[in-house]
């Protein structure tokens, strides 16, 4: 059973801010939710993660609901090099005991973005 | 820092060979993983080893073996290749308890 759900592609025009949404209606209350994005066929790269509070780093902004079943990553200008896939992932911390060490990558969303 | 380090990048291999894929990680963690990822796929993970001396299964584990025998160094052997294991392999090792994956470039392996 796939925990997340994602659209399968969207454009994004050019310095443009892109907002990738991401459904996980059956997230447990120790669950992280984490973005990932692998440009062309190159190795996953970590972008941001959170538990219940917003959160941003240099790459991106990350939105959580109040219930916590959705989540969009938000890329605030967007240029030609973030065209790529996009994996939202919820996972248990290492620490947390609960099967936590299986980051479980879907299909994700792929973004092109648009000169 | 070179981060994490997979070689070779490209292998053609045939039916029933073996090999091992090498990762090599300079970060000093403690946790390293095996992924598989085929075409229009998301990544699968084989196994994974959670220190020296210690690892486990992951979702498709049948046909790879791993050891552990330092924090650096964690290989993937391919005991008989078959062509079902035509596939992207990516090496990643985990930053504390974030789950904040570091991966390394993959290696592209091609079994006739």
């Known amino acids: 059973d796939a925990k997340t759900t994602q659209p399968p592609s969207m454009d994004c025009a050019e310095g443009r801010a892109a907002n990738l949404p991401c459904n996980h209606s059956?997230?447990?209350?120790?669950?992280?939710v984490y973005w990932y994005r692998q440009i062309h066929s190159q190795g996953p790269q970590y972008i941001i993660h959170?538990?219940?509070n917003n959160e941003t780093n240099e790459m991106a902004s990350l939105i959580i609901t109040e219930d916590r079943k959705s989540s969009t990553l938000i890329l605030p200008h967007a240029t030609l090099r973030d065209t790529a896939v996009y994996y939202c992932?919820?996972?248990?911390?290492?620490?947390?005991?609960?099967?936590?060490?299986?980051?479980?990558f879907g299909k994700g969303t792929k973004l092109s973005v648009i000169p | 820092n070179a981060g994490v380090t997979q070689t070779p990048k490209f292998q053609v291999l045939k039916t029933g060979q073996s090999m091992t894929l090498q990762c090599a990680q300079d970060?000093?963690?403690?946790?390293m993983s095996w992924y598989r990822q085929d075409p229009g796929m998301g990544l699968r993970l084989i196994h994974y080893?959670?220190?020296?001396?210690?690892?486990d299964q992951g979702e498709v584990p049948n046909g790879y073996n791993v050891s552990r025998s330092t924090t650096e160094d964690f290989p993937l052997r391919l005991l008989s290749a078959a062509p079902s294991q035509t596939s992207v392999y990516f090496c990643?090792?985990?930053?504390?308890?974030?789950?904040?994956?570091?991966f390394g470039e993959g290696s592209r392996l091609t079994v006739l």
């Open positions: 970060m000093n963690h403690e946790y």
């Open positions: 080893s959670v220190g020296a001396g210690i690892t």
């Open positions: 059956t997230i447990s209350g120790n669950e992280y």
């Open positions: 990643a090792s985990w930053k504390g308890a974030t789950g904040e994956l570091f």
């Open positions: 992932i919820v996972n248990p911390t290492l620490y947390s005991g609960a099967g936590s060490y299986q980051l479980t």
């Open positions: 959170g538990l219940k």
